[in-house]
């Protein structure tokens, strides 16, 4: 009974792991149709405050949960205003900055900080006790505030006026701007909080995995596998590619190796693509956010 | 199809001549570095193939070149000989992009996501190789040695296994091979089978309705693409001596696409120059430490992206040519049709 509550907690973090990692770039994706290649990049930059707010003495909870989404937040509304806005309908070429976007910031980072790990801050939780085995309590902090931060996502765009605008223009982008929408301006908002959550997730990461400028590569091929997958409806999108991928992940990781988990899940994710080249919400759930 | 051919045959004899040339003028350690190079060349021109005629956007093409240059270390050391090795790395990484490129194409994936799918498959390249070290991890004799890679065994005569070739007559073989490819790409992208890749590139659903079953067409492209990657990755592999999981990372994929965006998408000769171009400049740069080359590459492909869209050979092109036509009194030449289309 320890070991199946054990293990069903594994997998609760995997799933709830890709969710944290590709929930930033599925906002931007959902909303904008634009592949951010820079995503990897603003995780990286939410793990370098947080590593250098709490050296320079700021508390660990503060620089994680506000310094990282608003620092990251302030740079996607940078990026959005002088590279992305140019871009609009141009998905090809909009990835292809977005990658030049991501050598800059890693080239940045490598010449301030180093090409070697910062110095590091250990997880604020000890471990946890479930019967005869013991969970970290750090994952259970992370599960516990990825539900939290979908559930807000969800509030944001269903209850709030902002989320109504911004759902009016990535339904229509010309009637909402006829209706009096600032469309610019809405996109500068999406992008940046799409930045903030990626900044947020990379801060709350930084603890467990160090921080080095190319950690960013290690993230972003299991974003996009979750955010392709889930297609593009933001949280539902989300929810079930991290439920499938973390799931076949989680189980394949616990009978034969990490490895295996890691070649399970893209195959997984190529045959999905095969059955349902539009993603998961593509075909089910089509109305949901 | 000679006269549009004319010239690539222009620029395989210049190639040749430089094949000959360069060894009595260069000291041996340029001739190595260059070898390297053109490997590298021969990757650029196979995505030049694939995203500029077959209008494929592969952000992974250096998955097909790194597993080329590790099916023909593996098998070079499991055969002790190179001729079955070579002709199993081109036809498994052929095997292998026809595989993924079924699922792409007959999925009908949009070009947008195919990038990303094609550089997912190089990451979890990179991840999984990384992690093989140890004893356990090994097919046949060869170690796969994970982060540190395998070295890899010099190409010998063909069926002759005592007779290894020495790092000069490697470059040759390398030369030979990307003169090759080049002339065989340009002769290629200039027959039927081209000019319909060109006309789905252009426009996909009026090729479709055309009657030409275009999932078809660019799983072949793709596929003759990541054979010819695959023979730049063999050429690689011995020019280095070695090979890491290190082709796979993200920097690699981007310089690639770099190289096309700088060299011109829809030209061939465009990509292979600006790929000895940077390789210069990147290795210029690694010698001080006030530029990273994270950071220049990115400056570079940014720029590029926004100002020089077409890329260098295009527009130097077009520039001429609108210098020509505006010289009074000149007869203009009845060659007709998209300047782009044939191979340069």
Redesign the interface.
């Known amino acids: 009974m320890d070991l199946v509550v054990a293990v069903l907690f594994q997998l609760t973090y995997v799933i709830a792991n890709l969710a944290l990692i590709s929930l930033g770039l599925a906002i931007i994706f959902g909303m904008m149709r634009v592949i951010n290649l820079a995503h990897g990049e603003f995780l990286m930059l939410g793990g370098y405050t947080v590593v250098v707010a709490t050296n320079l003495g700021v508390n660990i909870w503060v620089s994680m949960l506000i310094l990282a989404p608003l620092v990251v937040g302030i740079i996607g509304v940078i990026v959005e205003r002088v590279l992305i806005r140019w871009l609009y309908g141009r998905m090809v070429d909009t990835l292809l900055a977005t990658w030049g976007l991501s050598l800059l910031l890693v080239g940045i980072v490598t010449s301030i900080f180093g090409a070697s790990t910062a110095t590091t801050v250990s997880p604020p939780l000890g471990a946890v006790r479930i019967g005869d085995y013991s969970a970290s309590g750090y994952e259970l902090f992370l599960i516990v505030i990825t539900a939290i931060l979908l559930f807000a996502v969800w509030l944001t765009l269903r209850f709030t006026k902002l989320g109504l605008l911004a759902r009016g223009t990535m339904q229509n982008a010309e009637m909402a701007s006829s209706l009096g929408v600032s469309t610019s301006r809405i996109y500068m908002i999406t992008f940046g909080l799409g930045a903030a959550v990626s900044g947020l997730a990379g801060g709350l990461l930084a603890p467990m995995t160090g921080v080095l400028p190319t950690i960013g590569a290690t993230y972003i091929a299991k974003a996009f596998i979750t955010v392709i997958s889930g297609g593009a409806a933001i949280l539902a999108g989300t929810t079930a590619g991290s439920v499938l991928l973390g799931g076949i992940n989680g189980i394949f990781s616990f009978i034969a190796g990490s490895t295996f988990g890691e070649i399970a899940l893209l195959l997984a994710a190529i045959v999905l693509l095969r059955l349902m080249p539009r993603g998961i919400t593509g075909r089910f759930f089509r109305k949901s956010l | 199809m000679l006269r549009q051919m004319r010239p690539t045959l222009v620029y395989a004899v210049l190639g040749i001549l430089f094949m000959f040339v360069a060894p009595q003028v260069l000291q041996l350690f340029t001739i190595i570095n260059l070898t390297t190079a053109i490997a590298l060349a021969i990757l650029a021109l196979s995505l030049a193939l694939i995203w500029g005629y077959g209008g494929i ?1 592969c952000f992974g093409q250096v998955a097909f070149f790194g597993l080329g240059a590790y099916v023909y270390t593996i098998s070079a050391i499991n055969f002790g000989g190179s001729t079955w090795a070579i002709l199993l790395a081109i036809l498994i990484t052929a095997a292998f992009a026809a595989a ?1 490129g ?3 194409f ?8 195919l ?3 094609t ?3 190089t ?2 390249f ?3 190789i990384r ?1 093989t070290s140890g004893p356990e991890y090994k097919i046949g004799n060869a170690l796969l040695g994970g982060f540190n890679g395998v070295s890899s065994p010099p190409i010998n005569l063909p069926w002759d296994t005592r007779t290894f070739l020495f790092p000069e007559q490697v470059f040759y073989v390398a030369m030979a091979a990307l003169i090759l490819c080049y002339v065989f790409v340009g002769w290629l992208v200039n027959t039927k089978f081209g000019r319909v890749c060109v006309s789905i590139r252009e426009n996909e659903l009026r090729a479709e309705l055309l009657g030409y079953d275009i999932r078809l067409y660019k799983l072949g492209i793709f596929t003759i693409g990541a054979g010819i990657a695959a023979i730049g990755g063999v050429m690689f592999c011995n020019g280095v001596g070695r090979i890491t999981p290190d082709v796979f ?3 690699n994929a ?1 310089l690639t ?1 770099i190289w096309v ?1 700088v060299g011109g998408r829809g030209t061939l000769i465009g990509p292979i120059g600006a790929t000895f171009a940077l390789f210069y400049l990147t290795s210029a740069l690694g010698g001080q430490t006030v ?12 720029i590029f ?2 100002l020089v ?1 077409k890329g260098v050979a295009p527009t130097v092109v077009d520039w001429f040519g609108a210098r020509r036509r505006k010289k009074p009194g000149r007869v203009r030449r009845r060659r007709r049709g998209n300047r782009t289309e044939g191979a340069q």
């Open positions: 956007l993924l079924y699922f792409i007959f999925g009908r994936v949009s070009d947008v996501y990038g990303v799918i550089l997912t498959v990451l979890i990179f991840s999984l992690r990372n993200l920097y981007a696409i965006i530029l990273n080359n994270n950071l220049v590459l990115g400056v570079i492909l940014i992206v926004l869209p």
